[in-house]
């Protein structure tokens, strides 16, 4: 039996889960990491999430910035290792989240599919419209990893485990951290229930460095500097440019 998209997406966020619960715990039993090797896998994770989430969000979704050669083969390979998404498919969907943002046609909007069909990434179906993607359709290299994404995400699995098995559980963490800031910003960003977007606390942007102004970003989808705290916009972009 062939599986939908979304059975797919499904079992994805089973196995990495699951992935992390256990292997996490058996790290640190068989590993007995030093502080400083936590820190250091802890903050890798992170950043690798904020620059995937640059690259999906910012950049190919939002046209804030052109980057470097190296920015943008770098913001692809980490949306790769992240497993979120094929490039593609997350600016389709979000160009309709903004264009009906809370409203009959918003594919991942909490008003509209509830909170557990938005962790399951149960998304309703988009049919954007042309004009949507002129700027995707001119980024040859984002259509390639979204049309060979899987492929890639496994040749990158294998290279990395060669050289440390454990990457396996830092790249199912990886996924699991980027997974539950997703869903945090999507629906607490969007009032859950009462479908309206909002900006969140001090706390929660500096976590996911300024993301959660979810308002003043509805507001002006291409302001680069979402707000204050927003540290992506002001210091992460500029690496990248």
Known sequence: MKLSYTDKT???????????????????????????????????????????????????THQQFEPSWLGRKLMLWFMVITAEAPPGHYVVAHLQHHANTDKEGDPHGPK????????????????????????????KDAQFVTNHYWKLYFLNLIILASINMWSIVWLSFMFSWSWLQMLHINWRGHGGLKGTPANLGLISNILIGGENYHKNHHDKPRRLIYGKWDTTGKYLVPLLR
Do not use: S
Not at 38 to 47: H, K, P, Q, S
Not at 124 to 136: A, G, T
């Open 10 to 60: 499904k079992v994805k966020i089973i196995l990495l889960f699951t992935m992390t619960i256990i292997g996490l715990p058996l790290w640190f039993l068989i590993e007995q990491p030093t502080i400083w090797e936590v820190l250091f896998w802890f903050m890798f994770c992170r950043f690798v999430t904020r620059v995937a989430n640059i690259g999906y969000h910012r950049w190919l």
């Open 112 to 139: 509209q599919i509830g909170f557990w069909r938005l962790f399951w990434g149960e998304y309703d179906e988009v049919k954007p419209r042309v004009n949507f993607l002129k700027y995707y359709a001119k980024q």
